[in-house]
């Protein structure tokens, strides 16, 4: 059984572009693949997954992004993009979320990127990074 199951555990005031999104809360990681220091999944035998990402968005002022794609990426490449948009409304909210099913090799990264910069992302349950093994 390979299942992964993480947070963000707090907010990020301001991203950078291709900044890694480090999903440090850890509720499940049944075959050790996922790495909360750096945020990337190695999957741990071939087969395939499924990877789900939610995030929410945040506009506190006009410093910020009022819209921003994180990206799911599979050794680099992009396999999911999933855009939130506050439609420039200060002290606005918005939540996004993409799922898909990919092949992976044994030895394959996953991971999440901030494909813009300035954004603030809201952590806490409202954030997830989630995959497991389908066969």
Not at 21 to 28: C, K, Y
Not at 81 to 93: C, E, I, K, N
Not at 109 to 134: E, M, P, Q, W
């Amino acid at each position: 059984m390979v299942s992964i199951h993480a947070t963000l555990y707090s907010n990020i005031d301001g991203t950078t572009a291709r900044q890694t999104i480090i999903f440090s809360h850890v509720d499940t990681n049944l075959g050790g693949g996922y790495n909360a220091t750096t945020g990337v999944f190695t999957a741990p035998v071939a087969g395939q997954y499924q990877f789900s990402l939610t995030f929410m968005l945040y506009y506190p002022s006009s410093s910020y992004s009022y819209y921003g794609d994180l990206n799911v990426l599979k050794n680099g490449n992009t396999i999911i993009l999933v855009r939130a948009d506050t439609h420039p409304q200060p002290g606005y909210f918005d939540t996004a979320s993409g799922t898909t099913v990919i092949g992976l090799n044994k030895g394959d990264k996953v991971s999440v990127v901030a494909n813009s910069a300035r954004l603030y992302i809201y952590g806490g349950d409202y954030t997830y990074f989630s995959g497991f093994l389908i066969g």
